[in-house]
């Protein structure tokens, strides 16, 4: 009989234990082929038994029995004595003084949570889908990975079994797989903690993301700069499951822009008008509502006409050919819908390269994320309305237009910081942002407006910390300023709109957007 040391010397063991069993039948007979010694656990014994290999049950292998309705299969032992064991005398000798084996191949995923809950998201049926074994295994694996392989992904079966049969199994490959192994534990134990957190991962001080990587993408900002998408798991949102029909492959600074479009769009929707967003460079530069599809993009389009060159347009309705032909007259990078008829699609198709993006799911995330150097910071994400605000009329003068209030104070929010925004008769006249001055800012828009800006709402992103503003805007004859107040000046700029005839509406909300 050979004894446990002979066995670790001499016989090449191969753990196989998954729920997805893409792959793995033929996975086992190169393995078979190879020399090594199958065992694995019932689903996948039953299916590799099946196909004509010889495998056996690790409950043969450890001498105990599957308990407790199977949640205890793997937990021996002589399991993890044989994948933790260092290849070294002192080490080997101890497995043989007890008789065990050791295995050097562990082909492991794992039961689908997420799939699960996704189905039946009730307590106990996620409890039971959390897999305990198939994560301790890949762990040891991965922690012993100068001795042993650890196969996590179905993908990388065909990688594995070359490389063996080659002999080209180098440490740098063992560490790869390594690192895939405790990835996808990590990915794992990340949405089991967003399931019992109820979504909300950011209560806790620690931090565990579950990220999957959908694209990676030609380069990020700048051609110098490479940069992918990611999904967060459980996430979804307008533009990342948008279904693009036509186009170009979409860049990183295309999945910033549109999400900034559609997200001011979303903001200033209603269902009797069209609102039409045209935005550049992660501002707006044309926003407008009108009774029709035509109308409403030609206002937007009419609003900054140099700007939106090349820009990205969203639109809030489906889309007619009547408007498509419009639209091909310029060169636009993006056009996001909810829809398009087949005549705008014909229309469309003559652009090859203008992607087109239907927007199928709403916005449904809760936080911001943003990098800075060594760390992450995190917010709520900024889902004030001007249904929201307080809307305190703080002048004499009252406003005769308060659509294009709510208008302004929805697009304002949308604008790089500091920003002014005019709006009259549905339509921004003129946009000043990213400015580092709030005179500046406003200087910026009264001057792309001119004549337009008389009887026009002026709206800011922030309080007016002089009444520079003020005096500035009523000599382009403003009618309405709305702006979240909070100075300590704000008297002498109630006073100054009181003085100019000017009325003044305070939300109590700043909408900053660096």
Same mark, same amino acid.
């Given at each position: 009989?050979?004894?446990?040391?002979?066995?670790?010397?001499?016989?090449?063991?191969?753990?196989?234990?998954?729920?997805?069993?893409?792959?793995?039948?033929?996975?086992?007979?190169?393995?078979?082929?190879?020399?090594?010694?199958?065992?694995?656990?019932?689903?996948?014994?039953?299916?590799?038994?099946?196909?004509?290999?010889?495998?056996?049950?690790?409950?043969?292998?450890?001498?105990?029995?599957?308990?407790?309705?199977?949640?205890?299969?793997?937990?021996?032992?002589?399991?993890?004595?044989?994948?933790?064991?260092?290849?070294?005398?002192?080490?080997?000798?101890?497995?043989?003084?007890?008789?065990?084996?050791?295995?050097?191949v562990?082909?492991?995923?794992?039961?689908?949570?997420?799939?699960?809950?996704?189905?039946?998201?009730e307590?106990?049926?996620?409890?039971?889908?959390?897999?305990?074994?198939?994560?301790?295994?890949?762990?040891?694996?991965?922690?012993?990975?100068?001795?042993?392989?650890?196969?996590?992904?179905?993908?990388?079966?065909?990688?594995?079994?070359?490389?063996?049969?080659?002999?080209?199994?180098?440490?740098?490959?063992?560490?790869?797989?390594a690192?895939?192994?405790?990835?996808?534990?990590?990915?794992?134990?990340?949405?089991?903690?967003?399931?019992?957190?109820?979504?909300?991962?950011?209560?806790?001080d620690?931090?565990?993301?579950?990220?999957?990587?959908?694209?990676?993408?030609?380069?990020?900002?700048?051609?110098?700069?490479?940069?992918?998408?990611?999904?967060?798991?459980?996430?979804?949102?307008?533009?990342?499951?948008?279904?693009?029909?036509?186009?170009?492959?979409?860049?990183?600074?295309?999945?910033?822009?549109?999400?900034?479009?559609?997200?001011?769009?979303?903001?200033?929707?209603?269902?009797d008008?069209?609102?039409?967003?045209?935005?550049?460079?992660?501002?707006?530069?044309?926003?407008?509502?009108?009774?029709?599809?035509?109308?409403?993009?030609?206002?937007?389009?009419d609003?900054?006409?140099?700007?939106?060159?090349?820009?990205?347009? $969203?639109? =809030?309705?489906?889309?007619? +050919?009547? *408007? &498509?032909?419009v639209?091909?007259?310029? #060169?636009?990078?993006? @056009?996001?819908?909810?829809?398009?008829?087949d005549?705008?699609?014909?229309?469309?198709?003559?652009?090859?390269?203008?992607?087109?993006?239907?927007?199928?799911?709403?916005?449904?995330?809760?936080?911001?994320?943003?990098?800075?150097?060594?760390?992450?910071?995190?917010?709520?994400?900024?889902?004030?309305?001007?249904?929201?605000?307080?809307?305190?009329?703080?002048t004499?003068?009252?406003?005769?237009?308060?659509?294009?209030?709510?208008?302004?104070?929805?697009?304002?929010?949308?604008?790089?910081?500091?920003?002014?925004?005019?709006?009259?008769?549905?339509?921004?006249?003129?946009?000043?942002?990213?400015?580092?001055?709030?005179?500046?800012?406003?200087?910026?828009?009264?001057?792309? $407006?001119? =004549?337009?800006?008389?009887? +026009?709402? *002026? &709206?800011?992103?922030?309080?007016?910390? #002089?009444?520079?503003? @003020?005096?500035?805007?009523?000599?382009?004859?403003?009618?309405?300023i709305?702006?979240p107040?909070?100075?300590?000046?704000?008297?002498?700029?109630i006073?100054?709109?009181?003085?100019?005839?000017?009325?003044?509406?305070?939300?109590?909300?700043?909408?900053?957007?660096?």
């Amino acid at each position: 009989m050979l004894t446990a040391m002979t066995i670790a010397s001499s016989t090449k063991t191969a753990l196989l234990s998954v729920y997805d069993k893409t792959g793995i039948v033929d996975f086992a007979k190169q393995l078979d082929a190879l020399g090594y010694s199958l065992i694995s656990t019932g689903g996948t014994q039953k299916t590799l038994t099946e196909a004509g290999l010889s495998v056996r049950q690790v409950s043969e292998v450890t001498g105990s029995p599957e308990i407790l309705g199977g949640r205890v299969k793997t937990l021996h032992p002589v399991i993890h004595g044989g994948i933790l064991a260092k290849r070294e005398d002192a080490q080997l000798a101890e497995l043989a003084s007890h008789n065990i084996a050791t295995i050097d191949v562990v082909v492991v995923n794992l039961y689908p949570f997420r799939d699960a809950i996704a189905e039946r998201p009730e307590l106990d049926n996620a409890l039971e889908n959390i897999d305990i074994g198939g994560p301790t295994m890949l762990r040891a694996a991965a922690k012993n990975f100068p001795s042993v392989l650890v196969v996590s992904k179905p993908e990388d079966y065909e990688d594995v079994a070359e490389k063996l049969g080659s002999g080209e199994v180098d440490d740098a490959f063992r560490r790869q797989l390594a690192v895939k192994a405790f990835a996808h534990v990590a990915a794992y134990d990340a949405a089991i903690t967003r399931y019992l957190s109820d979504g909300d991962v950011w209560q806790g001080d620690e931090l565990g993301l579950e990220a999957s990587k959908l694209h990676t993408l030609r380069y990020g900002e700048n051609p110098h700069q490479q940069a992918s998408l990611w999904r967060l798991s459980g996430e979804r949102g307008p533009v990342i499951d948008a279904e693009i029909l036509q186009g170009k492959a979409m860049s990183f600074n295309n999945y910033q822009d549109a999400d900034a479009a559609w997200a001011l769009l979303t903001d200033i929707s209603t269902t009797d008008k069209t609102s039409v967003v045209a935005l550049k460079h992660g501002n707006p530069c044309g926003v407008a509502q009108a009774d029709t599809l035509v109308d409403a993009y030609t206002r937007a389009h009419d609003a900054d006409p140099l700007s939106i060159f090349g820009g990205i347009v $969203a639109v =809030d309705k489906v889309i007619d +050919a009547e *408007l &498509a032909k419009v639209m091909t007259q310029i #060169f636009l990078e993006i @056009v996001l819908a909810l829809g398009y008829e087949d005549g705008a699609l014909e229309v469309f198709a003559k652009k090859k390269n203008l992607r087109l993006l239907k927007v199928t799911h709403e916005d449904a995330s809760t936080h911001n994320l943003r990098m800075i150097s060594g760390g992450l910071l995190v917010q709520d994400r900024d889902t004030h309305t001007f249904a929201d605000a307080k809307q305190d009329v703080v002048t004499t003068q009252q406003p005769d237009n308060w659509d294009d209030v709510a208008f302004a104070w929805h697009v304002v929010k949308h604008a790089k910081s500091n920003a002014i925004v005019l709006v009259k008769d549905g339509v921004t006249v003129g946009i000043g942002s990213g400015q580092v001055s709030r005179i500046g800012a406003a200087k910026q828009a009264l001057a792309q $407006a001119g =004549d337009q800006a008389k009887g +026009a709402v *002026l &709206a800011s992103d922030a309080f007016f910390p #002089f009444d520079d503003v @003020v005096r500035e805007a009523a000599t382009y004859g403003i009618q309405t300023i709305i702006s979240p107040g909070g100075s300590v000046r704000d008297d002498e700029v109630i006073t100054a709109c009181n003085e100019l005839g000017v009325a003044m509406v305070f939300t109590g909300v700043r909408h900053f957007r660096h």
